[in-house]
């Protein structure tokens, strides 16, 4: 039962374009979600986060959006670059779900920016 | 600074082996946590330390996993009997403290396969 699912596995976008990466969940428990990135033969790298009290979180060229009735978030990327070139993964925690703060990952959507 | 180490970068076993993967987190950092990410997918908590205590192992998938923490810094998760469907990649991150606030770091993996 994936409960965090991402239903694109690919996308390509152009130099200075936006890109919007998408991610919906199934768990209403959940109130924590990220953004992680992950280049070939790394780990993720956490990239921007976003807690489930709010519906926008920005960060430089990264900003999330969380529809909670949706049970969806996005991230937006403007403007892209060729670096951000990687497989982005979109995971949820929540408080009362577990205290660890333990992760549930969507499959990843590898996202190209052509220069 | 001196990231998540994860070693040995690649190993390969026959079928039916034992297999220990070593995971040393960031100094100062007491939370430890163990995901396997198979082909195509997102990673998959398998196990959490909180010190030298396994916090929630709900992730592992059946008994022939383990793994311990016995000083509270270094990990070593351990397989028995391997079998082909082991064969992933296997990440460690370790945070501050555990929870969701506290950002993860991840290891660059520990690709394991079984022949």
């Known amino acids: 039962d994936q409960q965090v699912k991402q239903n694109s596995p690919s996308l390509s976008v152009q130099e200075g374009r936006i890109s919007i990466l998408n991610c919906d969940y199934t768990?209403?428990?959940?109130?924590?979600f990220l953004w992680y990135k992950k280049y070939p033969a790394e780990g993720p790298t956490f990239l921007i986060s976003?807690?489930?009290?709010?519906d926008k979180n920005e960060d430089g060229r990264f900003t999330v959006f969380l529809n909670k009735s949706a049970k969806h978030l996005s991230l937006h990327i403007v403007p892209s670059q060729p670096g951000d070139s990687a497989v982005y993964f979109c995971?949820?925690?929540?408080?009362?779900?577990?205290?660890?703060?333990?992760?549930?990952f969507g499959q990843g959507t590898e996202l190209s920016v052509k220069p | 600074g001196a990231g998540v180490s994860q070693t040995p970068s690649n190993k390969v076993t026959e079928k039916g082996k034992y297999v220990e993967l070593r995971c040393d987190p960031i100094s100062g950092h007491t939370a430890l946590y163990w995901y396997r990410q198979s082909l195509g997918q997102g990673p998959e908590f398998l196990i959490y330390?909180?010190?030298?205590?396994?916090?929630?192992d709900s992730g592992l998938p059946n008994d022939r996993f383990f793994a311990v923490r016995p000083e509270g810094s270094v990990s070593t998760l351990k397989i028995q009997r391997t079998e082909r469907g082991d064969s992933a990649v296997y990440l460690c991150?370790?945070?501050?403290?555990?929870?969701?606030?506290?950002?993860?770091?991840f290891g660059p993996g520990t690709r394991l396969t079984v022949t």
């Open positions: 330390f909180q010190g030298t205590g396994a916090a929630d």
């Open positions: 768990n209403s428990m959940f109130d924590y």
């Open positions: 995971a949820a925690s929540g408080v009362s779900y577990n205290q660890g703060g333990k992760l549930i």
């Open positions: 976003i807690s489930s009290i709010k």
């Open positions: 991150a370790s945070s501050l403290r555990a929870g969701q606030v506290y950002e993860q770091y």
